[in-house]
């Protein structure tokens, strides 16, 4: 499949790093406002630069239009790709207006093309066994989920001196002003809806906390929330708490609590990240009252505390995260294995692959239009409930998700594998003598 990318600014970069494991999807060309831009993309990647916007949409070859441009930009972008018989994915959000990505999507329907988008880490192999272990009842029924998406202070971070390997400046001003909600909470939203079905309820709250950001260029507006939390009621009953921030230190967190146990992924943005099983034990439960256990992980282990980490399930494209796509210098090459072990690694390419791979099988694409709307309704919600918040019941809705082929595996069961560690079964008896008179 052919495909040309509209904007080549910070996340071009990210996209391209995971190319390599793609050959196919061949891209045609680039295309950005700022020329400068895309002649050092077009240099670094070898990629042919199209003059304009309407060349790439002229080019008979280019089949699916790859739209990284600002999220102010989106609805025009991408409503002139569908308007030119192109397929289109685009970064998230679809828009910041209800009604607007409606407008897309039936359009995309009335033109028979496809419309779908980000975020990729719906197809991650962390997403992929959790959800497995779940299904196999490893934890029970779940019943309440905790996510984190703090992403440090931003006046605090320098996101003006950020570059890519490239020498993309990080859009801090767009992030900053779109607001961390609007930008990110799609990555957990994303997760929750595909598990859990439908939201049926939202009471959320926003507000901003740090209104100088310390930025070289003053914001507008100055005033975005920089912080939001929401509480999610589910179609199936579960519980949901989601929360984001530019001012908490970096916690990505992702657990589902069930009636039997708790199963953890450490970052959402690491598509391979650790993820933790623990059934439940009165030794467990009741070591976590202790301070000394609660501070020394390692202590805590021993007890049952934490659980154990899973082995992950392996998709079609695992072998992407490698990464051998972006930049020649030792520094690059040594700050993108840094990267990958320590903080996270997210395939961007994996979201077109399963959107060309859906195409190409006949089926429906995994993220439906109906799909991409609630998730785009939720986030809106969320973003804009503000310091006085509120409580609403959306207007949108989905069917069962269907979940890719290669991700619905019987084996292994992690119910039945998981063993409580020796000392926890050791110390079930001292802990329920110490609790009787």
Wanted: aromatic share 10%; with cysteine.
């Amino acid at each position: 499949m052919k495909i040309a990318f509209v904007g080549c600014g910070y996340v071009f970069d990210i996209y391209m790093r995971t190319k390599w494991a793609y050959p196919e999807l061949e891209v045609c060309g680039i295309f950005d406002i700022d020329t400068a831009r895309s002649a050092v993309v077009s240099q670094h990647y070898g990629f042919h630069s199209y003059p304009s916007y309407e060349a790439l949409l002229a080019d008979p070859q280019v089949e699916i239009v790859v739209n990284l441009t600002s999220i102010q930009s989106h609805y025009d972008v991408i409503r002139r790709a569908i308007e030119a018989g192109k397929h289109v994915y685009s970064e998230k959000p679809l828009t910041t207006e209800l009604e607007r990505t409606r407008e897309l999507v039936e359009l995309a329907k009335a033109r028979g093309v496809v419309f779908t988008g980000a975020p990729p880490n719906l197809y991650s192999d962390a997403i992929c066994t959790l959800w497995k272990a779940v299904r196999d009842g490893a934890i029970g029924r779940p019943i309440l989920i905790y996510a984190e998406l703090d992403d440090n202070p931003a006046h605090l971070m320098q996101l003006d001196k950020v570059q890519s390997p490239t020498g993309a400046p990080f859009p801090y001003a767009e992030e900053l002003q779109e607001g961390c909600t609007i930008e990110h909470v799609a990555y957990h939203l994303v997760w929750l809806c595909a598990m859990f079905g439908p939201a049926t309820s939202v009471t959320a709250f926003s507000k901003c906390l740090v209104p100088n950001k310390r930025t070289p260029v003053p914001l507008s507006p100055s005033d975005t929330a920089d912080l939001s939390v929401a509480c999610i009621d589910f179609a199936n009953g579960v519980a949901a708490r989601v929360t984001c921030s530019w001012v908490a230190p970096r916690d990505h967190r992702f657990r589902v609590i069930g009636d039997e146990g708790e199963i953890s992924v450490d970052n959402i943005f690491h598509d391979q990240s650790p993820v933790r099983l623990e059934r439940f034990s009165r030794v467990s439960l009741s070591g976590r009252k202790a301070y000394t256990v609660r501070t020394h992980p390692m202590i805590g282990r021993l007890v049952g505390i934490g659980g154990r980490r899973l082995p992950l399930m392996r998709r079609w494209k695992s072998h992407a995260g490698e990464e051998r796509g972006v930049g020649t210098s030792l520094k690059h090459k040594f700050v993108s294995w840094l990267r990958r072990r320590q903080i996270y690694s997210t395939d961007k390419f994996l979201g077109l692959a399963e959107m060309v791979r859906a195409m190409r099988e006949g089926r429906p694409q995994p993220m439906s239009a109906d799909f991409l709307l609630h998730l785009n309704e939720l986030t809106l919600m969320i973003g804009r409930a503000g310091p006085q918040g509120h409580s609403t019941t959306p207007v949108t809705t989905f069917g069962s998700f269907d979940w890719f082929p290669d991700a619905i595996d019987d084996t292994p069961n992690y119910r039945t594998r998981y063993r409580p560690k020796f000392l926890e079964k050791l110390l079930t008896g001292v802990v329920a003598a110490l609790h009787r008179r």
